[in-house]
């Protein structure tokens, strides 16, 4: 029978019960494996051919790419599916990583996640389902699509813990018109729980984390096999030297995590955190506390946005926000500036708003769209635009 949906299968769990749901509510499908990143070999080849210099490869990566397509294998034979495999590491290249490098060189801090859903999984791995004569695709993702009167919503899973909808913000009518997302009404425990009813081999398979093509590998190390760092002083607010850092691409607002600060003669043995980043003149800014005055900020501006619905609800509005993962919902009013930009101000302080991180948006359940952050009027980020202009 001809599949009219295509699961992306990644071989975990997740995927492997989107592809049993379907396959039991009786919807012809098939699976399909992505690969999107090549061996460090390959993507050193890369970068060596876009003018980069990355070191040795080699250096302990673990994308477990072959792990996950036995998986990915394995599933698809037990709910008795086909399975294609399809190479997308070239389009992840150029799409998703070439802009995380160039994000993270600008002192900024990306969330490649987005870009690839928006970039790969649902373009070039829809397109893919297409060419195999499918109508629909699938994904493992929780979220929920909801159509009212000829328009299709992007709604937050039922399990609030797990859901996803934060990393899909910029799908559109078009792509959400043709996913399915089987998981959406699911507890994460009842997803594992079908999977070993179902004697799947991924039932009990530790979930993935952060970016596939970092894996289990030092984020540092493999950072600076293309961004190349430089060493440079760590300071206070007030200008005063207390240490030196690796470089500064490897540090984003609000980290405590390796900055090997010890005790700090006339300070107060308190953690200290990244308030801020000085890329042009390599200085790294820290402060003690979490809520540090120089991490807060109330308003930030950022780049056009995309609306889920196709535009804005209105040009001002009030509604809430996540400006990262998890985050709990923060209401905000939110202008629309005539170039599509936004302006979104805070009643309260809000800690940590990061320039490349995400900005969505949503109306209760809904996801109305998102964009990226540009710049937040957090004291520390005002003092040093002034001081470059």
Known sequence: MQARTIVGMSGGVDSSVAALRLRDAGEPIAGLFMQNWADDDAQDSASAAAGRTPKAAG????CRVEDDRRDAVAVSGRLGIPIHFR????EYWAGVFEHF???YAA?????????????IKFKHFLDAARELGAQFIATGHYARVEQVGGHHRLLRAVDRSKDQSYFLHQLGQAQLAATKFPLGELLKRDVRQMALDAGLPTATKKDSTGICFIGERDFREFLGRYLPAREGEMRTPDGQVIGLHPGVFYFTLGQREGLNIGGVRGFEPAPWYVVGKDVAGNVLYVDQGAASPWLMSQALWSEPAHWIAGAAPAERFTCTAQTRYRQADEACEVTVCDDGTLEVRFPRPQRAVTPGQSLVLYDGEVCLGGAVIAATDAPLELRLKAQAA
């Open 101 to 103: 490098l160039a994000e």
């Open 59 to 62: 250096s302990g990566g673990d």
């Open 107 to 119: 002192g900024r801090t990306p969330n490649p996640d987005v870009l690839c859903n928006r970039e």
């Open 87 to 90: 190479d997308f590491s070239g």
